[in-house]
């Protein structure tokens, strides 16, 4: 199986939108109401959007199985801390219901932390992770080494909150 993850630009952004379609509405449709499903879905997958991420300093990669785009994540520079670790923040990272079980959403994971050490100018960094706290991939983000921060309920406009864990992971 030929797997290759690779940095992804503006014009891959259609096909970070193209998969959201299927794997955001599929991993929330028992979670969000329609209402809610369908303005996330244009916060955070409308190709408007994605670009203006990007120039926020987004960085998106793609994970590639042969020709067929499999999955992605997000990460960007949040802040840092007084203590000096920098807290990167892991936006997005989904895979295809028909990819999972590959063990994608490990070498994203990995992909991830490879970013925060290649990029980070402090000595400790840190990763963190919104995770909605009925979202069953808590169990498999926990299997990767990261651990409940905290939670909150964060209101996200239109009346709407994103109902989360703060899951983190230091590298």
Excluded at 33 to 38: T, V, Y
Excluded at 68 to 95: A, F, N, Q
Excluded at 140 to 157: E, N, S, T, V
Aim: glycine letters at 8%; hydrophobic letters at 40%; aromatic letters at 10%.
């Amino acid at each position: 199986m030929d797997i290759e993850i690779k940095l992804a630009g503006n014009s891959d952004l259609q096909t970070i939108h193209d998969m959201a379609e299927v794997v955001f509405r599929k991993t929330y449709r028992e979670i969000l109401s329609p209402e809610q499903m369908e303005y996330m879905m244009d916060w955070m997958y409308s190709l408007p959007n994605l670009e203006k991420q990007v120039s926020q300093g987004h960085t998106y990669y793609i994970v590639w199985v042969g020709q067929e785009p499999l999955g992605y994540l997000s990460v960007r520079m949040d802040c840092v801390e007084p203590d000096g670790t920098e807290v990167w923040h892991l936006e997005k990272i989904y895979v295809m219901p028909s990819a999972q079980g590959m063990g994608l959403g490990r070498r994203l994971i990995e992909t991830a932390k490879k970013h925060v050490r290649d990029n980070k100018s402090a000595q400790k960094a840190r990763i963190e992770l919104n995770v909605n706290r009925n979202n069953p991939a808590v169990g498999f983000y926990k299997k990767q080494g990261l651990a409940i921060l905290r939670q909150g309920d964060f209101p996200i406009g239109n009346g709407f909150f994103m109902n989360d864990y703060i899951m983190g992971l230091d590298v």
